[in-house]
């Protein structure tokens, strides 16, 4: 998810856990004659806080997962909390049910949960919403094109190396990522990764960034003549030969796949070559499994 998303979801946890808080609050310090429609109230917001926590939850696993650097201060403190609150939520659910006997502590601790919550939503969403709000990023910037000279912006691969190994570790293992792609297609990559990071990546460090891609991760054009393949022609400027041949597949997953590159490099892979290049690796893989028999 986006980092907007992130912070309408996480809103949208605090604003149900507030109603839970005050409904349970005039239930038990005011016991109005319709108690029974504060109590539903609890229950159903309290729910919901549970149902929108679970998935912000998850959603955070599936990112800490790929970092693989000591993560910052901030973040660090984000995935500690969020385990705190995972374990008081499921101390609280749990007791109504298997230990009746604590009912009377499920104020407190019902109140611990969402001041917990508060804070772990605060150093979040209230980061990111105190950063959109500052002018320098109040709009993700478009990348400016790389200039025809060093007389606008000085390039310098070393710095883009560095700043891509600062900001992009953070969440992607290099290998995994820095497959060949074109200017423009580094473009759109690079300029999606500056609005999911915003306002961590400047539009300037961006620019060095996709230097630094396009010039050493670029497409590979092979020496080509009339005996080159369709597969050393369109498709080994980006990929190794193992690796394309290393996954079997039929026709339409080939299909599908060369597909995808063309709307990634629709000058190197032209659309109406798809269904040639297909039948030129469908035929290779054959050949393959033929002479591994």
């Not at 939850?57 to 790929?66: W, Y």
Request: proline share 6%; aromatic share 8%.
């Amino acid at each position: 998810m986006s980092p907007t998303v992130n912070t309408i979801v996480s809103c949208g946890f605090l604003v149900s856990g507030a109603v839970a808080i005050v409904s349970i609050m005039i239930r038990l310090g005011r016991q109005p004659a319709n108690a029974a429609r504060y109590v539903a109230v609890h229950r159903g917001s309290g729910w919901i806080f549970t149902i929108l926590f679970l998935f912000m939850f998850i959603t955070m696993l599936s990112k800490v997962q790929n970092f693989w650097e000591e993560a910052a201060a901030r973040v660090a403190l984000h995935v500690a909390l969020a385990v705190g609150v995972l374990f008081l939520l499921a101390l609280k659910v749990s007791i109504p049910r298997f230990f009746p006997m604590l009912k009377k502590n499920l104020w407190p601790l019902g109140t611990a949960v969402y001041l917990l919550s508060f804070v772990l939503v605060g150093i979040t969403a209230g980061y990111y919403i105190l950063w959109r709000s500052h002018e320098p990023y109040s709009t993700t910037p478009k990348l400016p094109a790389a200039p025809a000279s060093l007389s606008s912006v000085i390039l310098s691969k070393d710095l883009g190396r560095q700043l891509l190994i600062a900001e992009c570790t953070l969440c992607h293992r290099l290998p995994e990522v820095l497959t060949p792609r074109s200017e423009e297609n580094w473009r759109k990559v690079i300029e999606r990764m500056v609005e999911l990071a915003s306002p961590r990546i400047t539009a300037d460090e961006a620019v060095q960034i996709r230097n630094f891609l396009a010039t050493e991760y670029g497409p590979k054009l092979l020496p080509t003549s009339a005996e080159s393949t369709l597969l050393e022609r369109h498709c080994l400027p980006c990929h190794r030969r193992e690796d394309i041949l290393s996954v079997q597949r039929g026709r339409a997953a080939w299909v599908a796949v060369v597909t995808r590159m063309h709307e990634n490099e629709p000058e190197l892979v032209p659309k109406n070559l798809i269904s040639q290049i297909v039948d030129h690796i469908l035929d290779i893989q054959r050949q393959n499994n033929e002479e591994s028999r």
